[in-house]
């Protein structure tokens, strides 16, 4: 079973860049995809992005589009934040999503049941 550990949240100005982590024990880095979501207070747990299995493929919510990218390493995955706006503040979480093998280059969908596993999240304050 794969546990994930959020890292790299904190409070920023608007227009700074934040770069989280999440990393992942108890599986091989390539058998599993990872999504990332987000919820502010008050507000519904919403999908931000996601990596596939093999690390080949993406896909980025249009509302941070052109601003975040996903990407992962050999040990770690990660979320780039750049050109931070209020609106971005909340917490942060990363998810992990188990496809068979034949459908690791396939993206996992934006809704959460797509995703098995879930960090603790990471606080992403942005201030004005």
């Known amino acids: 079973q794969v546990q994930l550990v959020e890292s790299g949240g904190g409070l920023v100005q608007a227009g700074d860049s934040l770069r989280l982590s999440c990393a992942a024990s108890?599986?091989?880095?390539?058998?599993?995809?990872v999504g990332w979501f987000r919820q502010a207070p008050g507000k519904e747990r919403d999908f931000v992005a996601v990596?596939?299995?093999?690390?080949?493929n993406t896909n980025v919510a249009d509302s941070v589009k052109g601003r975040f990218t996903i990407s992962r390493d050999n040990t770690k995955n990660y979320l780039q934040m750049n050109d931070l706006k209020v609106d971005d503040t909340a917490v942060y979480y990363c998810?992990?999503?188990?496809?068979?093998?034949?459908?690791?280059?396939?993206?996992?969908?934006?809704?959460?049941?797509?995703?098995?596993?879930w960090g603790q999240g990471t606080q992403v304050t942005v201030s004005s």
């Open positions: 108890g599986m091989p880095i390539g058998s599993y995809a």
């Open positions: 998810a992990a999503s188990f496809p068979p093998p034949w459908y690791r280059n396939r993206v996992p969908g934006t809704g959460r049941s797509e995703y098995g596993a």
């Open positions: 990596i596939s299995a093999s690390g080949g």
